[in-house]
């Protein structure tokens, strides 16, 4: 792995970079008023080839739907596990409307299985490397906040949609020979409170890696260096107590070229990035 080197510049280039996040993003999208604001963390990994897991460099093996690669549970910080032993998705699993589930999603009635054929490491060295793509590591990747807006789109749903995720071109560690920066990871930590009336649930579509964790449980498991993939986590699933406030935590990667989708449509109206925006700040300062 090719590391960055000299410490007196990674430091300038380091504070910039925060300096830039505290002071809010350079080209928010504008939100509504009653639109849901969720502020996370881009981590920038460099062009091309220069850590393992972002990589133009993923053989075709090793791209594809992949599962159980993520422990279920997060660790004591909060952040996702690479266990290994995970394997490739043949069919996915759906629940009893159709739509595409996690095969980790605790049983509801009508729910068909899914099958695997083979192995798949999900395009993942080692527990090590995993352990960089959602934590601030100097010389492994540079960092700052960004914030999406989910508006309503009626029945209650609020829906983030866009075909061209690029937040961070031209920053941090750069384009390379790339027309956009490819190559990150988004992490975004949100409160909610659930209603056990309300039918609620959470659904991701998009490219590469997404995981999603409600109540520190893995929910939604989309792993691997893919194309246009999705699933959905309803909450009544999840063992969770009405009126009681709970986490979900999104970990997402960028790691392929050319596209960059990433879209979640959800009817949680209580989700807010956990502690508000002030203590986001902090925790990640
Ligand atoms: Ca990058
Ligand atoms: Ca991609």
């Known amino acids: 792995m090719k590391m960055f080197t000299g410490g007196s510049l990674l430091g300038g280039i380091g504070l910039a970079a925060t300096l830039v996040g505290s002071s809010g993003q350079t080209a928010a999208e504008s939100a509504s008023a009653n639109s849901i604001s969720l502020t996370g963390r881009i981590r920038d990994f460099p062009p091309e080839s220069e850590h393992p897991d972002f990589t133009e460099g993923v053989s075709p093996s090793q791209t594809g739907r992949s599962a159980k690669n993520i ?7 909060h952040k996702p596990i690479y266990a290994g032993a995970g394997r490739r998705i043949n069919q996915e699993w759906r629940d009893a409307a159709g739509n595409k589930i996690s095969w980790c999603a605790p049983a509801a009635p009508g729910d068909n299985a899914g099958s695997y054929h083979g192995n798949d490491n999900g395009a993942i060295t080692s527990s090590a490397t995993y352990a960089q793509w959602f934590r601030d590591v100097p010389g492994i ?4 906040l960004w914030t999406i807006n989910l508006e309503p789109i ?19 560690l750069g384009n390379g020979p790339d027309e956009h920066n490819f190559y990150f990871s988004y992490e975004v930590i949100c409160d909610f409170t659930y209603d056990s ?12 890696d997404c995981w999603v964790f409600i109540n520190n449980r893995l929910a939604i498991d989309h792993g691997g260096v893919v194309a246009n993939r999705e699933q959905r986590i309803d909450l009544n699933r999840m063992g969770l107590t009405h009126g009681q406030t709970y986490q979900l935590h999104l970990f997402l990667a960028e790691r392929k070229q050319p ?17 508000g925006n002030d203590a986001i700040l902090a925790a990640y300062d």
Do not use: C, W
């Not at 990747?141 to 700052?144: A, C, G, Y």
């Not at 209650?156 to 941090?172: E, K, M, R």
């Not at 960059?260 to 990035?273: A, H, P, W, Y």
């Open 141 to 144: 990747n540079m960092s700052r």
């Open 154 to 172: 009626g029945g209650g749903v609020y829906s983030y949609n866009v075909n061209n995720f690029h937040p961070i071109d031209s920053q941090l």
């Open 197 to 208: 009336s309300a039918n609620q649930f959470f659904y991701f579509r998009g490219d590469d």
């Open 259 to 275: 596209q960059s989708l990433f879209e979640v449509k959800t009817n949680i109206g209580s989700l807010r990035t956990a502690g």
């Open 71 to 77: 422990a279920l549970d997060l660790d004591g910080d």
